[in-house]
């Protein structure tokens, strides 16, 4: 095996990772989300907690995601059109980063505080 397949499926793993966390997760925040629903003192606020935790969920998939984007560009395609290609994909996700961010938390990451607490 030579080095080059190693790293390609070493990129295989982490993207499989950020599929398995988002599937694992999404399912995760989904069967958390019952109860929630369930008890009717808690149920005003199980839409917006589902949408936190779905949310958190996808952020860290999006990250690991963009690991393996990185590590195949810089290491196994290290071309002109290859880092082009990886610099949209960055761009692009990192616009649904923020506008996840500003989904969980009701703000800008660069914001200090928030006006509202968040609903639980």
């Known amino acids: 095996m030579t080095y080059d397949e190693t790293i390609s499926h070493v990129v295989q793993v982490v993207e ?3 599929v398995i966390v ?9 069967i958390g989300a019952v109860p929630v629903v369930l008890n009717p003192a808690t149920r005003p606020t199980a839409y917006a907690q589902l949408r936190r935790h779905l949310g958190r969920v996808i952020l860290i ?3 690991l995601l963009i690991i393996g984007d990185i590590v195949r560009t810089v290491i196994v395609e290290p071309t002109i059109e290859s880092v082009l290609v990886l610099g949209l994909i960055v761009v692009i ?3 649904l980063s923020f506008a996840l961010e500003v ?3 009701g703000r800008w990451p660069w914001q200090q505080g928030r006006s509202t607490p968040p609903e639980e």
Request: hydrophobic residues 50%.
């Open 16 to 18: 499989g990772a950020g």
């Open 22 to 30: 988002m599937v694992l997760g999404g399912a995760g925040a989904f």
């Open 61 to 63: 998939g999006l990250e």
């Open 93 to 95: 996700r990192i616009v």
């Open 103 to 105: 989904e969980i938390d």
